[in-house]
């Protein structure tokens, strides 16, 4: 029951997509529950020259820019209510904003919904380089 209503608040966000001489906004809509139980929205935003963002990454922000970083459940819907799964930067962006969120779930498709972990399986971590200094023989 909770996942329909998370569903059914990220088909309410979404607009009816302007095309304006190629720009789009908000023709997917994203919503997010945090683990205090508060609850976060965003839509997409498509300009030109590569400006904008995922409606993943604006519920996001949203949910930053009040002070939050640990999510409970994520989902985001395009306006036909086609739930869609977050593309591999909004993935990353979840883990990055708190490592905890490794345990978020994340609604796939309107009958299944998986830990964001499952998405990421092989993550990647920075490793120091050995710095090698080659000498000249004699």
Same mark, same amino acid.
């Given at each position: 029951?909770?996942?329909?209503?998370?569903? $059914?608040?990220?088909?309410?966000?979404?607009?009816?997509?302007?095309?304006?001489?190629?720009? $789009?906004?908000?023709?997917?809509?994203?919503?997010?529950?945090?683990? $205090?139980?508060?609850?976060?929205?965003? *839509?997409? *935003?498509?300009?030109?020259?590569?400006?904008?963002?995922?409606? &993943?990454?604006?519920?996001?922000?949203?949910?930053?820019?009040?002070?939050?970083? &640990?999510?409970?459940?994520?989902?985001? *819907? *395009?306006?036909?209510? $086609?739930?869609?799964?977050?593309?591999?930067?909004?993935? &990353?962006?979840?883990?990055?904003?708190?490592?905890?969120?490794?345990?978020?779930?994340?609604?796939?498709?309107?009958?299944?919904?998986?830990?964001?972990?499952?998405?990421?399986?092989?993550?990647?971590? &920075?490793?120091?380089?050995?710095?090698?200094?080659?000498?000249?023989?004699?």
């Amino acid at each position: 029951k909770q996942d329909k209503e998370l569903i $059914k608040k990220a088909l309410e966000t979404v607009r009816k997509a302007k095309k304006k001489g190629g720009k $789009k906004i908000g023709d997917v809509g994203c919503a997010l529950i945090t683990k $205090k139980g508060n609850l976060y929205v965003g *839509v997409c *935003v498509d300009l030109h020259c590569s400006i904008g963002g995922c409606a &993943e990454k604006s519920a996001i922000l949203n949910m930053m820019t009040n002070g939050e970083t &640990e999510i409970d459940t994520i989902v985001a *819907v *395009v306006s036909d209510g $086609k739930v869609l799964p977050p593309c591999g930067v909004c993935r &990353e962006m979840i883990l990055q904003v708190n490592k905890k969120n490794l345990g978020t779930n994340v609604i796939i498709s309107k009958s299944e919904k998986v830990k964001l972990q499952n998405l990421l399986p092989k993550l990647w971590q &920075e490793k120091k380089k050995k710095r090698v200094v080659l000498g000249r023989n004699g």
